[in-house]
């Protein structure tokens, strides 16, 4: 089954950047719509960003539009999120998300998460 991890957490100083990617097994990444969920502590998961199968269509939560683009190469099955302009209520545990259906900001529309990788804004 297919499988997605993501990498390129760390910890930045605020109005740094990072760009987090996700990368997929099998060759079946082209099928999928993608998204980014954070997880803040004591918080639930919320959406960040979503992208359509051919990566024509995007989505964003209003607290990142224009922040934190979302791309992604199918050649490379990798799904990016290039987070710019950061600050401390960013920090969270960044998921990337697997969707059969059309890109979408709903959580329960996706079928597959990667583990989570950290991302920590502090000075």
């Known amino acids: 089954q297919v499988q997605f991890v993501e990498s390129g957490g760390g910890l930045v100083q605020p109005g740094g950047s990072l760009r987090l990617s996700c990368s997929a097994s099998?060759?079946?990444?082209?099928?999928?719509?993608m998204g980014w969920f954070r997880q803040a502590p004591g918080k639930e998961r919320e959406f960040v960003a979503a992208?359509?199968?051919?990566?024509?269509?995007?989505y964003y939560a209003d607290s990142v539009k224009g922040r934190f683009p979302i791309s992604r190469d199918n050649d490379k099955n990798t799904v990016y999120l290039q987070m710019n302009s950061l600050k401390p209520e960013d920090t969270a545990v960044y998921h990337c998300?697997?969707?059969?259906?059309?890109?979408?900001?709903?959580?329960?529309?996706?079928?597959?998460w990667g583990q989570g990788t950290q991302v920590t804004v502090s000075s």
């Open positions: 998300a697997a969707s059969l259906r059309r890109a979408t900001v709903r959580r329960s529309d996706y079928d597959y």
């Open positions: 099998g060759r079946t990444f082209s099928s999928y719509s």
């Open positions: 992208i359509s199968r051919n990566g024509g269509v995007t």
